[in-house]
C-alpha cells in the first residue's frame, strides 16, 4: 500500500542551529502534503502545509520543501527556540484520500 | 484548545471490561476520524465519519465499535480488549469538501489495557 517514510525518528540541535526533517512518500498522485506539530500531552496540530502546484512555502521560522519528481518533501526550522522541542509528523494525501502518515520525528532542542 | 475534546484523558481497563471514549467538536466540521498512535509508529486511521455515516473502516478489530450520533459527538466504545491495543486514542475532526483538509485533534485518550 501507499506509505510516506520519515526521517530522522529523532534529531538533536542546539537552540539557535536550524533543523531539517525528511519524508518521502510513494503515490506519485499525492498532491497534498501538510506538516503537524504534537506537544506532550496534547493532540497534533498543523503546522504548515504545502500543495503540489509550488515548491516551496516559508512562514516566519519554518518552510516546507517538495520535489515531486523525488517524490519527497521536507521541513526546515530556523533559529530554533526550546519551544519547537516536540514530535514533527509529516503526512502526504491525494485529492479527496485520506492521509497518510509518517512515524514521526522527536525533535530536541539543547540549551 | 483546539475546539475537540476528548475525555476520559487516561483510562486503564481490564481485559474482560467495555468502556467506551467520547470525543466532541465545537467547530461545526462535517467529518470526525479515530486514530490510534503507538509509540514510534504512524498514526493509524482507524474510522472515518462523514455526515455522521461511516465511510472507511481500516480493518479494525470488531472489539472497537465506533458511534456517531451526530456531527458532533463520536463515541468508541471498547470491550474485551488485548494488551497490544494500549496506545493513545486520537480523535479528530474536519471539513470535508471545502479544499481543505486540515484535521484538528482532541488531546486524546491514553488507553492501558491490564
Known amino acids: 500500500g501507499e506509505n510516506v517514510e520519515q526521517h530522522p525518528s529523532t534529531l538533536s540541535v542546539q537552540e539557535g542551529d536550524s533543523a531539517v526533517i525528511k519524508c518521502t512518500y510513494s503515490d506519485s498522485a499525492s498532491n497534498y502534503f501538510p506538516w503537524y506539530k504534537q506537544e506532550l500531552g496534547k493532540g497534533p496540530q498543523l503546522i504548515i502545509d504545502?500543495?503540489?502546484n509550488v515548491g516551496e512555502k516559508k512562514d516566519q521560522r519554518i518552510a516546507v520543501t517538495l520535489n515531486k519528481t523525488a517524490k519527497h518533501f521536507s521541513l526546515h526550522i530556523t533559529e530554533t527556540q526550546p519551544e519547537d522541542s516536540a514530535v514533527y509528523f509529516c503526512a502526504a494525501s491525494r485529492s479527496n484520500y485520506q492521509l497518510i502518515w509518517g512515524a514521526g520525528t522527536k525533535l530536541i532542542i539543547k540549551p | 484548545e483546539t475546539g475537540v475534546t476528548q475525555t476520559p484523558r487516561h483510562l486503564v481497563m481490564g481485559m474482560t471490561n467495555k468502556k467506551s471514549l467520547k470525543c466532541e467538536q465545537h467547530?461545526?466540521?462535517?467529518?470526525m476520524y479515530w486514530y490510534k498512535q503507538s509509540a514510534k509508529k504512524p498514526l493509524e486511521l482507524m474510522f472515518v465519519?462523514?455526515?455522521?455515516?461511516?465511510?472507511e473502516n481500516n480493518s479494525v478489530p470488531s472489539r472497537f465499535s465506533p458511534e456517531c450520533p451526530n456531527s458532533s459527538h463520536l463515541f468508541l466504545h471498547l470491550h474485551t480488549l488485548q494488551p497490544e491495543d494500549s496506545a493513545l486514542y486520537l480523535c479528530?475532526?474536519?471539513?470535508?469538501?471545502?479544499?481543505?483538509?486540515?484535521?484538528?485533534f482532541g488531546q486524546g485518550t491514553r488507553l492501558t489495557v491490564v
Open positions: 465519519y462523514n455526515f455522521k455515516e461511516q465511510t
Open positions: 504545502i500543495r503540489s
Open positions: 467547530l461545526g466540521h462535517n467529518a
Open positions: 479528530a475532526s474536519s471539513q470535508e469538501r471545502t479544499g481543505t483538509l486540515e484535521a484538528f
